[in-house]
């Protein structure tokens, strides 16, 4: 019912910035919050941040600082903008959509975020 297209994943040097893109599609009337997840080889799949439609934003602490969610004028494009990246970002970094009653979880494929020392 919803799609989810993730793109701007890459091979970054340390200390860089990266922004990544998620576009969702389908029925996504009913979606309340969208953020951005990561994985890292070995590790359980993590929040990195979120976003609800009212726009208000939640950030895992080792992001803090770093990281800043947004999403588009049209409420179906958020992006996660990463600056001062270090080598422990690396994940693959997923996009996520709830729906309302919080009964449904959507995800992208994923985008690999290397971030070389």
């Known amino acids: 019912q919803v799609q989810l297209v993730e793109s701007g994943g890459d091979l970054v040097q340390a200390g860089g910035s990266l922004r990544l893109s998620c576009v969702a599609s389908?029925?996504?009337?009913?979606?309340?919050?969208m953020g951005w997840y990561r994985q890292a080889p070995g590790k359980q799949r993590e929040p990195v941040a979120t976003?609800?439609?009212?726009?208000?934003?939640d950030y895992a602490d080792s992001v803090k600082g770093r990281c800043t969610i947004s999403s588009g004028n049209a409420k179906n494009t958020v992006y996660l903008q990463m600056n001062s990246l270090k080598p422990e970002d690396t994940a693959v970094y997923y996009c996520?959509?709830?729906?309302?009653?919080?009964?449904?979880?959507?995800w992208g494929q994923g985008t690999l975020v290397t971030v070389s020392s």
């Open positions: 389908g029925s996504i009337f009913n979606i309340n919050v």
């Open positions: 976003i609800t439609k009212s726009g208000t934003s």
């Open positions: 996520n959509a709830t729906n309302i009653w919080n009964t449904r979880d959507y």
